[in-house]
């Protein structure tokens, strides 16, 4: 068998299945999606909590394709395909076998978090492939010489810490990596992991020259994120965190991947094999840094997925070593976690599946609620704009809303795309709409006001109109009710209290 061909046939094959669902799939781009592409709007150095190059990738695509469901996520597909290639080159070249590259790309395509990453236009998607690329050039550059790899290692690191902060812990990690090695330890005494240095740092530059003119808030943002200072511990959200693991990979692939690194570590040490060292040390420390931060607060479930990247290929060299001693036993969890695998990511993709087995409301509790109602949002409140544009001789009222979710799905799905306000109501967090201008300069207009629920309208906003009336709406998505919002007619606009907010 041709692993190579039969790699690019499959990956080929998932691409334009993944293509297909996007142009023809049911669901709504997600707040996250909506409010990245907020972001590519207004392209800049950077943004609030994320660097810019989700947006600029988002833009470009929307440049040709329109703003859409395909123009928003057709980077993903790309991205993750690209990743499954590199797992490919990961497992081929650090084990020589490309039989081993070919289940390492194909195994993560059958858990649930890639299987939705593959079709989400997120920074996880976009992570996952520098992270894995990064691995790659620094076990090639350090084991062949060539200092063009350590150069593309470099580029790797700093278009990764350009998706997502999380990259900067891949430094340290191939840190440990050469310093493990016997062999490749003589590499800091060489100027290429340096100059690779100094080209991560040149391209993570916008970031660092943003947050300068900006006040450090995603420093500050981040540093919220990560419950620094917090000294609680809590063994729920510590096991939490762990089950979440072992639910969107698949308990058989989670343990394979844990079985997989450590004994990554135990031969790479006892036997003094560079390859095992590299998957040990690219995903073992990412893994437990997170881990022990869930010790001390809620992490959310997608925050560690860059540590599985090199844990695949690993997982493959355990199952190989295993199946020599114990082959009925890893053909038969084999054969179990492709099955559980496929139908897992089946139903990701096709969740009302599960509604004749008696899961009712699959769709409107998370994580499939996120996607649905907000096209038939946005057509509530356009014809709420219209009416309210009607009745005032031609004048559009502006949007707002009370979180930027909702802010950036009604940008997306309201007629014309409109520029859309966030409030500052209660207590919420700081965000990326309040380092934009906001309607100071709309005194005197109408505006309409959404917010989630049958809620009541929030003092802040009731103080800057002289007058809002509620509406209900309703959304419904394919004949079944999904979501519930109440939508402010407010009239004389006043301005809004000037107010600075501290929760970052």
């Not at 100059?195 to 660092?208: E, Q, W």
């Not at 004048?395 to 940008?411: K, N, R």
């Not at 917010?451 to 800057?464: F, H, I, R, T």
Request: proline content about 5%; charged content about 15%.
């Amino acid at each position: 068998m041709n692993y190579r061909s039969a790699t690019i046939a499959l990956l080929a094959a998932l691409a334009l299945f993944r293509v297909c669902y996007i142009l023809f799939g049911p669901f709504d781009v997600s707040p996250d999606e909506a409010h990245y592409w907020e972001w590519s709007r207004r392209l800049g150095l950077s943004y609030y909590s994320k660097g810019p190059a989700v947006a600029y990738v988002i833009a470009f695509f929307t440049s040709i394709f329109g703003n859409n469901e395909f123009g928003i996520r057709i980077g993903a597909v790309l991205f993750s395909t690209a990743a499954s290639f590199v797992l490919f080159l990961l497992g081929k070249t650090l084990f020589k076998s490309e039989k081993a590259g070919f289940w390492s790309a194909l195994l993560p395509n059958m858990t649930p978090i890639f299987s939705i990453g593959a079709v989400l236009m997120t920074t996880d998607v976009m992570l996952v492939f520098f992270w894995g690329a990064a691995a790659l050039c620094v076990y090639l550059g350090s084991t062949n010489g060539r200092p063009l790899w350590w150069y593309a290692a470099g580029g790797a690191v700093g278009l990764g810490f350009l998706s997502k902060y999380t990259m900067v812990l891949i430094v340290p990690c191939l840190a440990l990596f050469l310093l493990a090695s016997r062999d490749k330890r003589r590499w800091f005494r060489r100027p290429e992991p340096y100059m690779a240095g100094a080209i991560s740092l040149v391209l993570a530059a916008p970031v660092i020259l943003w947050n300068i003119m900006h006040g450090q808030v995603t420093i500050r943002h981040t540093m919220g994120q990560a419950h620094l200072g917090e000294g609680a511990l809590s063994a729920i959200d510590a096991l939490e965190f762990i089950g979440a693991q072992a639910a969107l990979l698949g308990p058989i692939v989670f343990a394979a991947l844990v079985y997989g690194v450590w004994m990554a570590f135990a031969r790479g040490l006892r036997e003094k094999r560079d390859e095992l060292m590299l998957v040990f040390f690219t995903s073992a420390p990412l893994f437990v840094f997170f881990a022990v931060k869930s010790l001390h607060g809620k992490v959310q479930a997608n925050w560690a997925v860059a540590a599985f990247v090199t844990a695949f290929p690993a997982a493959v060299w355990a199952a190989g070593r295993l199946y020599e001693r114990r082959r009925s036993l890893v053909l038969f969890l084999t054969a179990t976690a492709v099955v559980m695998g496929v139908a897992a990511s089946f139903l990701t993709y096709f969740p009302w599946l599960l509604e004749p087995l008696g899961v009712k409301k699959v769709l409107t509790g998370p994580p499939f609620n996120r996607v649905v109602g907000w096209a038939g949002l946005g057509i509530s409140v356009t014809r709420m704009k219209n009416e309210m544009s009607a009745s005032s001789g031609g004048v559009e009222p502006f949007i707002i809303s009370d979180t930027y979710q909702t802010a950036g799905e009604l940008a997306l799905y309201v007629e014309g795309n409109p520029v859309v306000y966030n409030a500052a109501v209660g207590t919420r967090r700081m965000n990326q709409y309040d380092l934009w201008p906001g309607p100071e300069g709309l005194t005197g207009k109408s505006a309409i006001y959404v917010k989630a629920g049958d809620s009541e309208l929030d003092p802040e906003v009731k103080a800057a109109f002289d007058r809002c009336d509620k509406e209900l709406l309703a959304i419904s998505w394919q004949g079944r009710p999904v979501k519930e919002f109440c939508a402010y007619r407010c009239y004389g606009f006043k301005g809004f209290e000037a107010r600075k907010l501290e929760n970052y």
